[in-house]
Every structure is written in structure tokens, then in C-alpha cells.
Antibody, heavy 121, light 109 residues
Framework: QVQLQESGPGLANPSETLSLTCTVS????????WSWIRQPPGKGLEWIGY???????HFSPSLQSRVTISVDTSKNQFSLKLTSVTAADTAIYYC???????????????WGQGIMVTVSS | EIVLTQSPATLSLSPGERATLSCRAS??????LAWYQQRPGQAPRLLIS???NRATGIPARFSGSGSGTDFTLTISSLEPEDFAVYYC???????????FGQGTKLEIK
């Protein structure tokens, strides 16, 4: 059974960089796309961006100037960095696996439990 | 950007009743549409992909239908564990972009 687990600080200072890691277990990180998705308290879901196991990435246009996503296949991990954070970046951050490539990889079939990150001084 | 609009925002029903949730896209999504369930305090769970394909382990009471811009998630007979928030989601294949509807909260009447 594939499992994803987010880790990182639960608090970030305004204007600084938010850094999170997702560890994948129970299956390979290779051959799949991996995304970060966030959910502000009491609100809906927002896709942030994805990384392919090769390292190629793509981001939401609204966040692309502040986002970096990287992958470490040796550790079965991928990571998110979001720079210049403000209170508007306060959210639960989820990592998720895209559905298998033969299906088009259009959906998210495995999710982490989520990590709450608060931006506040 | 394709915008997904879900209705109603809140649906109040009793266990055993039939639930019908709607998702309308601002333009055709070429039948690439998914539904997710999110219970309180939990991550979303994939229910339906490609409009009508149930994900592994999803009960048969969940079904999806529709085409083009109008889609429906139907729960044939509500169980207590079905009361949750439901999101639709579509991919734009190029450039890659994944958008969600704003959600429908299914609550116990």
C-alpha cells in the first residue's frame, strides 16, 4: 500500500521560505508524477505544482514565481519550497501521487494526511 | 483557465436517501473529470475518475455521469459515512493545470 507523509515546520515567518518534504513508502517514486496541493482553513483545494521522477516540473501560474519542487529518488522523497510567504499562504499542505501514467496521470490517487502550516510572526 | 462550479453548496439529506451533486465546467473538459470525498480532518479520497470510473475500493452506490460541461455524482442510498465534502476536479492537459470545484457539503438532515 502506497503511503505519503508530509514533514516540515508548522510555522513560517512572513517573507521567509516555507519548506516541506513528502516521503513515499510502499511503492516507487519512479514512473509517477507527484504534486503538492493546499487547502486554506475552511476553504477548497488549490493545486500548487508537480514534479516527475525525472525532475521535470510544472506549476500553477498563480504561484510559479515563488515555487520550487524537487525530487530525490534515492530517498523516495520530493520537496516543496515556497518563497516570500504571507498570511495568505496559511493552509494545510498535501502531497499526492498522480494516477498511473497509462491513465494519463490526470488525477490524484494517493494523498498524504496533510500538514498545517501557519504563516505568522 | 477552466472554472468548475459545483451545486448546491450544501445538500441536506437523510441516510438512505439519494444524493445528486452537480459540477459544471466553463468549457468542455473532454470527459477528464474526477470526484473526491473529504471527510472532516482527513485528506481527500479519489472516488471517480474519467467521469464514471470508480476508484479501487469505492462502493457501487457511488456513480458518476455526464459529458462536455455538465457532470453529476450520484450516491444511490446514503450511508452515515458518506456525509462529507465532495470536490470535482479536472486536468488541463497542456499546459498542465489541475483545478477543483469549490465543493459541495453533504450534511445530515
Amino acid at each position: 500500500q502506497v503511503q505519503l507523509q508530509e514533514s516540515g515546520p508548522g510555522l513560517a515567518n512572513p517573507s521567509e521560505t516555507l519548506s516541506l518534504t513528502c516521503t513515499v513508502s510502499g511503492g516507487p517514486i519512479t514512473s509517477y508524477f507527484w504534486s503538492w496541493i493546499r487547502q486554506p482553513p475552511g476553504k477548497g483545494l488549490e493545486w500548487i505544482g508537480y514534479v516527475y521522477y525525472t525532475g521535470s516540473t510544472h506549476f500553477s501560474p498563480s504561484l510559479q514565481s515563488r515555487v520550487t519542487i524537487s525530487v530525490d529518488t534515492s530517498k523516495n522523497q520530493f520537496s516543496l519550497k515556497l518563497t516570500s510567504v504571507t498570511a495568505a499562504d496559511t493552509a494545510i499542505y498535501y502531497c499526492a501521487r498522480h494516477s498511473p501514467p497509462h491513465t494519463g496521470s490526470y488525477y490524484f490517487d494517493y494523498w498524504g494526511q496533510g500538514i498545517m502550516v501557519t504563516v505568522s510572526s | 483557465e477552466i472554472v468548475l462550479t459545483q451545486s448546491p453548496a450544501t445538500l441536506s439529506l437523510s441516510p438512505g436517501e439519494r444524493a445528486t451533486l452537480s459540477c459544471r465546467a466553463s468549457q468542455s473538459v473532454n470527459n477528464f473529470l474526477a470526484w473526491y470525498q473529504q471527510r472532516p480532518g482527513q485528506a481527500p479520497r479519489l472516488l471517480i475518475s474519467d467521469v464514471s470510473n470508480r476508484a479501487t475500493g469505492i462502493p457501487a452506490r457511488f456513480s458518476g455521469s455526464g459529458s462536455g460541461t455538465d457532470f453529476t455524482l450520484t450516491i444511490s442510498s446514503l450511508e452515515p459515512e458518506d456525509f462529507a465534502v465532495y470536490y470535482c476536479q479536472q486536468p488541463t492537459t497542456w499546459p498542465p493545470w489541475y483545478t477543483f470545484g469549490q465543493g459541495t457539503k453533504l450534511e445530515i438532515k
